[in-house]
């Protein structure tokens, strides 16, 4: 079982740099890269162009503006924020106020013990004081001690602010764009449209998440079976294959000064049809492994995106969620299935060498299985 450290790690590294997200970039598969190892991976392609996604290959279109135009994964951002909260010293932060009065001594200044929520500023106690004074414009400010709870909590606004209007916080979700919105957004724009409150919103919506968590992972079992049986099949393939060379290997032993040269023919032809079928193997191994990869990517986030994330990040990945989750659900992974060809050796007639084919010919059966297609044909 992934301990939660594990899992935040896993959330916070970019699968490129194997670094913590700078500028965290969602594809439509739902992995997400850095803004700048996405520049640099696809650096010869040009808005418009159809790319694969580093990790899954599933294809998507670079936006008319560019790679910096991708969706922000608001998720994954928040996590890392929370997590540097979290680790953040409060004898990093300096005073705002007597850095900007002290600019030329700034080893002298001292640290930061408090914030003022109305000025945005970290302050030491003594410039904290004027902020707290009845007589401020405007009334006492929130001055609040600072640690790591009020990091968390001007994380927890910062991350709910609303896209088009940052000084605004989202508050309801409407239906008709897929997006979470402000009272004001929803009074410019979306007054006409289907909306609700994101707590109710995202409980719906949590629920239709867990479903296609748990039918993808159902999927995920499914594939896993089919590779192991993949596994066994390629497996007993191979020890036939071996089989028939030893075969091959006595028949040519009674006459070998004659048929040397068939004997190596022969084992050729067997190396081809291991060498085709491994091609086949690998083909359906390769389909399945990326189909795991893709599954697997897309549960750990859903599951991590209910357990860690807030109503708005649920709300706000909810319908690209159900989308991806509909996709995997819809690509027939296990319709392809590794069918090995049967591999058999029949011997010449070693009395008659002198006017037949002298070690003999290796024969191949495909063993098709209902519902599926292995014919191949390796020689003609």
Known sequence: ????????????????????????????????????????????KCPGDEV?????????????????????????QHVIDSRNASSKSTDEVLCQACLEGNEQKKGSNPAATMYCVDCSEY????????????????????????????????????????????????????????????????AVKHRQHESAEIPEVAKTFSQQITSDAQQ??????????????????????LKQADKVKSEIKVT????????????????????????????KAQTVEERYQLALVAMESFHAYSRALLDKGRPSD?????????????????SDVTSAQYCPPHVTFTPADVTQVKHLNLIGEVNLEDEAQPGASCGTSYFT
């Not at 996604?53 to 294809?59: F, G, N, V």
């Not at 070998?256 to 060498?275: G, H, L, P, R, Y």
């Not at 649920?314 to 819809?330: M, N």
């Open 216 to 237: 993808v992972w159902s999927l995920i079992n499914n594939v896993q079976e089919k590779a192991q049986e993949k596994a066994e099949k390629r497996n007993e393939f």
């Open 1 to 44: 079982m992934a301990t939660a450290a594990s899992v935040t790690t896993d959330l916070t590294t970019c699968p490129i740099c194997l670094e913590v997200f700078d500028n965290p970039k969602a594809l439509p598969c739902l992995h997400t890269f850095c803004l700048k190892c996405l520049q640099g991976h696809f650096k010869d």
């Open 314 to 330: 649920i709300t706000r990945a909810a319908s690209e969620l159900h989308k991806r989750a509909t996709e995997l659900l819809d």
């Open 252 to 279: 040519g032993n009674q006459i070998k000064e004659i048929v040397d040269c068939q004997v190596a023919m022969q084992f050729d032809n067997v190396e081809t049809i291991k060498s085709e079928d491994a091609k």
């Open 123 to 186: 302050l030491c106690e003594k410039c904290s004081r004027p902020h707290r004074r009845t007589s401020m414009k405007g009334g006492a400010h929130q001055v609040r001690p600072l640690g790591a709870e009020v990091e968390q909590e001007l994380i927890q606004l910062r991350g709910s602010s609303c896209d088009k209007h940052p000084d605004k916080q989202v508050e309801l979700y409407c239906y008709d764009c897929n997006e979470n919105i402000c009272v004001l957004c929803f």
């Open 52 to 76: 694969p996604c580093p990790l899954c290959r599933k294809d998507f279109q670079i936006p008319s503006d560019g790679i910096g135009g991708l969706q922000h994964n608001f998720f994954v």
